[in-house]
């Protein structure tokens, strides 16, 4: 009899509390022997959450169930399973399709109907804990930041941590950093690019010592309120997607909670920064007057890195460059850039947009991508936006219903259920607000043209081999989803006949 055994834990504190690997383990092989294993093969996934059924062990382990290669499966309990109710019930069905059995050290598992019921039930008590306990931890978190304590440590460049009294105190080698950043910015009017230059000339240690100034470092510095005083908590609302990875979005501005700290540079400084940088970016804008037709969608064959637009000999010449060759983050770090070299717009334009009329022109396609292309951001925005609200707010309604029941059925207490129906109706009341807002936005959006205009359209330009760029950029994009481009002749000068391999990938 052939038996494998899976062991997990998440957190240190998890091993602390009677979950360490080796005390799941040393169960497990007790309860293997007592089943008369001859063979025990063991699944560990130490360090990873039961949030997320995609873990390495487990992973191996549900492939060697699908192979039909274990007579048993033992895990510790359901909780070192997953947590979720949903993945419990899909690891179990697994299980019980290849024709092992599904033991627990810990709990009875029966595959009756009534075994499969507390099974169920058992898995949904886990997750009412499981939010339970993050509801608390977000209540706890809420409530320091309201008695103006930072929440945690985030070594901001500038200032130290005082773990003694969460919050923040000036660290004055990197405060004057700080300042003399935003001086190059307000009194000197310089950009991004050329502080990080001044900086790394200087010599000057940056936020992470061991690579040079790049100009993102520089502008999260200059528009980061901290450095006025105020630390803004619960701005970001964070969503586990992966094992390692998080999805972040900005909370409603109601919700932030301000925790003022010992300010670096005054107000009337940091506005000043925030209007240089808006009249910096304004002006970058006014220098690129040209609607390129590719831009976007090029990539370096040489190094797979974005190609962006480079103009030269008196901005009369465009040519698609390598951005490590042209961007201020890559002059400014010390890194190498790409040996590839630049290819004239006007030579991949052309060949691009030629190969997609003698391949790909179809006028009803052109016709649907332009029809939508429109007004197709607003668009989306805001129906997915609604989409997105509507479901929320379905979810929230189901919450409430079954808070109400767990109530009623002594699961939840009173003061726990008024908690959570509070936090439920606020959230309700911020959708309903929501709605009203991207409805009126959506119904402000015109009407864009009729299908049969645009096509009507399209093949009158046809005809006189004419196109405006808002319609080849529509057609481009309607098919194309990126461009592999290298230039491979040797010519050079003036007069030259750039030779490319283009390879282009289709959506």
Known sequence: MKVAIYARVSTDQQAEKGYSIETQLEACRKYADELRAVTVE?????GYSAEFIERPALTRLRAAVKAKQFAAVIFYDPDRMARNLLHQLIIAEEIDKSGAELKFVVVNYDQSADGKFMFGIRGLLAELEKEKIKERTM???RGKAAKGLVISDTKPFGYTFD????????NKKEAEIVCLIFDFMVKEKMGTAKICKE??????PSPRTKNAWIVSSVHRILTNTLYKGVLYSMKYRYEKIGLKQKRRTLRPESEWIPVFVPAIIDEMTWQAAQQQLRENKNLAKRNLKHNYLLQGLVSCAKCGRAMVISRSGGKEHSYYACISRKSASYACSGRKSCIARQIPTEVLDTYVFKYLLEHYY???KIGEYIQEFAGRKDLQKYEMALEQLTKAEKELTKQKTAVLRWFHQKILSEVEV???????????????????SYETELAAIPQTPSLNEVIEKIDLKIQETEFTITEKK???????DSIIVERIDNTRGRGSR?????MLKLK
């Open 418 to 436: 008024e908690t959570q129906l509070q936090d439920i109706r606020q959230q309700l009341s911020t959708i309903l607000h929501l709605k009203k």
């Open 199 to 204: 900086l790394n000339a200087r010599g000057i």
């Open 474 to 480: 529509a057609a481009l994009r309607a098919i194309i």
């Open 139 to 141: 209540r706890g978190k």
């Open 163 to 170: 773990p003694q009294n969460s919050t923040y105190v000036i």
């Open 362 to 364: 179809n006028p009803v």
């Open 498 to 502: 750039p030779e490319i391999n283009v």
């Open 42 to 46: 063991e699944f560990v996934d130490d």
